[in-house]
């Protein structure tokens, strides 16, 4: 943990939920945290491991940015940029696509939402190489004036080597991909706050693996604007766009508009959102349960 004067200082941590990136307040006799102050964005997915109930896992708080990191070299896979993209929205925090090893393109590597998502979104796209240095500066301005950026991505796409050379030396450590099918080798295990010559922060995280949903569908809407905007046109309301007359979505996929990849994986992530949903609060009903037994026994 940061002190004010920029030293670090390690105190225990009993109980409270603390992400890299929180502003904390600690006990007097400076051993423990005492409280977490309130977050004004958070990136936060459904936890992976096995089995999982509706838990969540924050991987950076108070983010200004958040990158979406992709390597060229291998083919960027449209549905998981949505789902980060949903996540990031979800943060609060402003998303931020980034094509990662430009200097191993083989072909142009796409330069626009629309060419990656078939889609025109207003998210802003950099091409980078850590090698040549190219579009780094770009990236830089994210963390102008204190701001902090985080990074997401799957494990050797770089995100380590990135902030090496924002900074300008080696802070992380960094490690080859398999020459075989270009994946990383989960090489940063814990999200790491590195401060940046601008003045600003940077959160170096862990590869992740699957961009599971913790979203109360705020997110989605602004993923899939497009969508949302060409539902306005459908006759009901509530369109679900499947069999519904006149929808103004299947007509866009119809003519060819609208990407009907783009519009299933839309609802592919609503119907993973309200399952969330129904597990919340069935968690939520079965938490009661139990505390109303506990009132109830006498002691
Ligand atoms: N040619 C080239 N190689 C790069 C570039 N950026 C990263 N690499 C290489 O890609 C490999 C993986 O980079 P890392 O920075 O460790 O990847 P990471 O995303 O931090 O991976 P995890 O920590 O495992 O999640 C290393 O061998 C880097 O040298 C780039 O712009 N160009
Ligand atoms: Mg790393
Ligand atoms: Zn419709």
Redesign the pocket.
């Known amino acids: 943990m940061l002190a004010p004067d920029g030293s670090t200082t390690r105190v225990r941590n009993i109980g409270a939920e603390v992400a890299v990136g929180d502003w904390v307040q600690i006990s007097p006799d400076g051993e423990r945290v005492d409280t977490v102050l309130e977050r004004k964005s958070a990136l936060t997915r459904r936890a992976s491991f096995e089995g999982a109930r509706a838990e969540s896992h924050t991987l950076a708080a108070n983010i200004d940015h958040v990158l979406l ?1 992709h ?1 060229v ?1 291998s083919e960027i896979n449209p549905r998981r940029v949505e789902r980060e993209l949903v996540l990031a929205f979800d943060s609060g925090a402003t998303p931020v696509i980034v094509l ?5 393109a083989d072909g142009p590597p796409p330069t626009n939402s629309r060419q990656l998502l078939a889609a025109d979104l207003d998210v802003p796209l950099h091409l ?5 240095g190219e579009g780094v500066d770009g990236l830089m301005k994210y963390a102008e004036g204190g701001k902090t950026i985080a ?1 997401l ?10 902030v ?1 050379r924002m900074v300008g030396r080696e802070v ?6 398999r020459e075989s099918d270009q994946r ?5 295990v814990a999200a790491e706050l590195v401060s940046l010559p601008n003045g600003g922060w940077f959160i ?4 992740v693996r699957a961009v599971s949903l913790w979203t109360d569908g705020s997110g989605i809407r602004k993923a899939f604007a497009d969508v949302f905007a060409l539902a306005e046109q459908c006759r009901f309301g509530d369109c679900v766009h499947e069999d519904e007359p006149d929808c103004a979505v299947r007509d866009a996929v119809a003519s060819g508009v609208m990407s009907s990849a783009r519009v299933s994986a839309m609802k592919r992530l609503q119907a993973e959102q309200e399952a969330l949903a129904e597990e919340q609060r069935e968690r939520e009903k079965a938490e009661d349960r139990r505390g109303f037994r506990r009132r109830r026994k006498p002691n």
């Open positions: 990191l390597a070299n990662t090893k430009c200097d191993l980078t190489s850590a090698v040549t990074v991505g799957a494990s050797g796409v770089g995100k380590s080597t990135l090496n992380q450590r960094t490690a080859d991909v990383g080798r989960h090489t940063t170096d995280t862990p590869g």
